[in-house]
């Protein structure tokens, strides 16, 4: 059939990209749009990183030096939205498109135009959303929580907010919707679901996560917008509205939200981990189960961050032990990481030391997490700095080093080279020794009373906060390095072969194509035994 | 590290006189201020004045050291394998070690038991908090931006004061002051009228909002709850005989720009003293006419603030 082949000839013309910037414009290609999300995230990961940096500056020492209080509060409030919703999450979206396919064997994700309606989504949102930072009233001040009635008191910047969650909340819920498909639909022949991939396995049930909770968050806004301007009361309690209700709603989103930041994490450290002990991973089946607890009990211990709120002592009791519960699962994981370094074969690559790093430090902040959920205590801990130090060690060397070893592990197969190994290892010493400098002495100013989310303190917590101040310069500066590796290693570089780690044979798809990955891989589906 | 250690260390490192607002205030109505005190070595929670911030001291720790506990045993096989099957050494792999039932009970059984060795304790003592019932006084504590009123309610019904910033403070805390915190006495922990509560005594707050959520703490009473509009939360603590002195808290709710300058400051005196207090804070009440000293709480009458 002429037209077929016609076809054919089409389809061979387009394995090259397109030229120029219609290539990233009009981007359908699995390996473009992750490269997009991922670049993307690290520009967001610098610039919520300079907010992280003039918070650090102000609290330096006591007194007000640099900035008004009410600018630090925007502050505080935009570094937590944009590394949240521009840095980590669209980074593991980043990742889901470049790897899934790769792992599962499919030749794109099932929904390429969705794909880049998903990404070109987040530069007009975040555009928006700093935009803010320059209307009348100055950006949102009141926490990305976003609480009323303090939120309602945003100016010009409250209608830009709340659209840009919508649109956030958007995007991530079709990110959602291709993972899924493309899981559920694209999978190589003789891959059954308990055969994939931890890192596939950990992003699906994300994906369902971000499904369940991005319209409660998009709907809990939408109550702020119509309070604000259209005479609502849902929160306003002249009206005969619940401000409480707010955080209910909230946190429903909030807390699933937590996990929807770490269960991807969970799955890279799946991978990366057993590739470097030279072993399987051990309990594999066992890990799904306990990532599919953690997901399922993510959605009933939302209460437990509104302890101090007042509540129910059948309530109170009810999500403290919910809470405690998590301990079970995540616990699981960490003995099954442990289990699978035992009699292995260990060796010290940059993905393996970011990886390990995570072992330890989010262990860390698994314990401070325990502490929170016990209530008596959490009256002591809450709204202190013991919550930023709990979360900060969570979301840092638990979530963004993941990624960060993510990057190591993956950058020579997406870029055909391998990077500067030493340079790499500089970044990650630096990396973990700062990031204990910066986060560490948190936990003592907040068990010694230091209120989160204050721009000046009293004296007696001087010294704690410079300690935490030149940790944070120390490392945003470190993260210089993560740019000059990455930018170093797509310039070029020693060839990087198919296996990528010779020594370590890691197992996986994506490790039987060339180094870099063809444009497009996979075009006919491979086997699974 | 020198962590300086609340009013007690400051005392130390500035032999300056007492003269702070409370201070002065208190002396002024004949009470004896005892060296006021926060109990936080500046590194780990305060042990604190109440029975509850014990018992809060004493959980927290025992938490912490199963924590601890556990981190032994978890960062220790994690290092033991780092170091005893390193690939530089000669470690093989044992790739045949896939899973094993019986090891992956005892790790799920041993955590849950864990947690119920901490969640009993913890349940106990939430009913304890809870119970406010039996007050020996209640107050309204109301939270604004960003400030706190106290109105007293029983025995000593009628007093109601604003808590604000002192204003030494209140100075040195604007951007370019060029005061230097370490200057002003408990810089951002002073207010101008501090609640005054007797020792030995429940006292009951009931906590609420007139504008945005604000949260009411004193770390050395082990007592926080927020302030919310539309609601009335309830919050006790009863400070043990012979632990009078001056307490100090902040706000712990992000309530908007001044969210850090809402301090809350509590005189806690012998309930003779708390009598006198009372009587002398109605005797104001009474006589407005005797205004002219600043100390009392009474607002002056038109007749005062209008010229003659």
């Known amino acids: ?529 | 590290m020198t962590v300086i250690n609340g009013d007690g260390a400051q005392g130390i490192s500035r032999p300056r006189g007492r003269s702070t607002g409370v201070a002065q205030c208190a002396a002024a109505l004949g009470i004896a201020v005892d060296a006021s005190a926060n109990t936080s070595n500046g590194y780990n929670l305060p042990t604190g004045v109440t029975e509850i911030s014990r018992e809060m001291y004493a959980l927290h720790m025992e938490v912490f050291w199963i924590c601890v506990g556990i981190a032994v045993v978890v960062f220790g096989a994690m290092i033991y394998s780092l170091v005893k099957f390193r690939k530089s050494q000669g470690a093989i792999a044992d790739t045949t070690m896939l899973h094993s039932t019986k090891v992956e009970i005892i790790w799920t059984t041993i955590p849950v038991l864990i947690l119920i060795v901490m969640a009993v304790p913890a349940a106990e003592m939430i009913l304890k908090i809870e119970d406010s019932r039996n007050a020996g006084l209640s107050i309204r504590a109301t939270g604004y931006q960003w400030k706190w009123e106290y109105q007293y309610m029983d025995a000593a019904d009628g007093i109601d004061l604003y808590s604000t910033l002192a204003r030494p403070s209140n100075f040195a805390r604007e951007l370019h002051s060029g005061i230097d915190p370490n200057t002003v006495d408990n810089y951002l922990l002073e207010v101008d009228k501090p609640l005054v509560v007797p020792s030995g005594t429940k006292v009951r707050l009931l906590l609420t909002s007139q504008d945005v959520i604000h949260a009411w703490w004193v770390p050395d009473f082990g007592a926080k709850r927020s302030a919310i509009p539309g609601y009335i939360n309830e919050l006790w603590f009863k400070v043990d005989p012979g632990k009078e002195g001056t307490y100090r808290g902040q706000c712990a709710a992000l309530c908007g720009r001044d969210h850090a300058f809402m301090p809350i400051v509590v005189q806690v005196v012998t309930p003779d003293d708390f009598k006198k207090w009372v009587a002398d804070q109605k005797a104001q009440l009474k006589q407005p006419a005797a205004a002219g000293q600043d100390s009392g709480t009474a607002p002056p009458t038109t007749a005062q603030v209008l010229p003659r």
């Open chain 1, 1 to 529: 059939m002429p037209a077929a082949e016609a076809a054919h000839v089409t389809h061979e013309h387009h394995d090259e990209p397109a030229k120029g910037i219609a290539r990233w414009l009009f981007a359908t290609n699995h390996k473009d749009i992750g490269t997009m999300y991922l670049v993307f995230s690290l520009i967001m990961f610098f610039v919520g990183g300079a907010m992280a940096m003039v918070i650090r500056a102000e609290l330096f020492k006591p007194g007000l030096q640099l900035v008004q209080p009410e600018f630090f509060n925007q502050m505080t409030t935009n570094h937590a939205l944009i590394m949240i919703f521009g840095a980590v999450m669209p980074a593991f979206v980043g990742l889901a498109n470049w790897m899934i396919p790769l792992q599962i064997g499919a030749p794109d994700m099932a929904l390429p135009r969705m794909n880049n309606f998903s990404f070109w989504i987040l530069p007009f949102a975040f555009t928006l959303l700093l935009s803010t930072l320059f209307v009348p009233g100055g950006a949102a001040a009141g926490g990305w929580t976003l609480y009323p009635p303090l939120s309602l008191q945003t100016g010009d910047a409250f209608p830009m907010l709340i659209f840009a969650i919508h649109m956030l909340g958007a995007s991530s819920i079709m990110g959602a919707i291709n993972v899924i498909v493309t899981i559920m639909n694209m999978r190589a022949p003789g891959m059954n679901l308990l055969k994939m991939p931890l890192f596939c396995w950990s992003w699906l049930i994300t994906a369902y996560l971000l499904i369940a909770v991005m319209p409660v968050l998009a709907g809990a806004v939408t109550m702020l917008l119509t309070d604000h301007y259209f005479g609502t009361s849902f929160f306003n309690a002249a009206g005969g509205g619940d401000p409480v209700m707010f955080e209910h709603i909230f946190w429903f989103f909030g807390h699933p939200e937590v996990y929807i930041m770490i269960l991807p994490a969970f799955g890279i450290i799946s991978e990366i981990v057993p590739t470097f002990s030279r072993k399987p991973l051990f309990g594999a089946t066992s890990m799904i189960y306990a990532t599919a607890s953690i997901a399922f009990l993510s959605f009933i211990v939302w209460g437990h961050h509104m302890f101090v709120d007042g509540m129910p002592l059948a309530a109170q009791l009810f999500y403290m032990m919910s809470t405690m519960l998590i301990a079970v699962p995540t616990g699981v994981k960490v003995f099954n990481w442990t289990a699978t370094m035992w009699k292995g074969s260990i060796s010290f690559e940059p993905p393996m030391l970011f990886a390990l790093s995570f072992l330890f430090l989010f262990t860390i902040g698994g314990f401070s997490g325990v502490m929170l959920a016990i209530v008596p205590i959490d009256f002591q801990y809450n709204q202190t700095y013991f919550v930023v130090a709990h979360f900060h060690y969570v979301l840092v060397p638990g979530a963004v080093f993941a990624i960060m070893a993510s990057v190591y592990y993956w950058l020579p197969k997406w870029t055909g080279h391998m990077y500067n190994m030493a340079l790499a290892k500089w970044h990650f010493w630096l990396s973990t020794i700062f990031v204990n400098v910066l986060f560490f002495p948190q936990h003592f100013l907040g068990l010694a009373g230091m209120p989160r989310r204050i721009p000046d303190y009293a004296v007696q917590f001087t010294d704690w906060n410079m300690v935490s101040s030149i940790g944070a310069f120390g490392f945003g500066l470190s993260q210089i390095l993560f740019v000059i590796v990455i930018l170093q290693c797509a310039r070029g570089g020693a060839k990087a072969s198919a296996l990528v780690w010779d020594g370590a044979r890691p197992t996986g798809l994506e490790w039987t194509l060339p180094s870099p990955a063809p444009y497009h891989s996979f075009t006919t589906a491979p086997n699974v035994e």
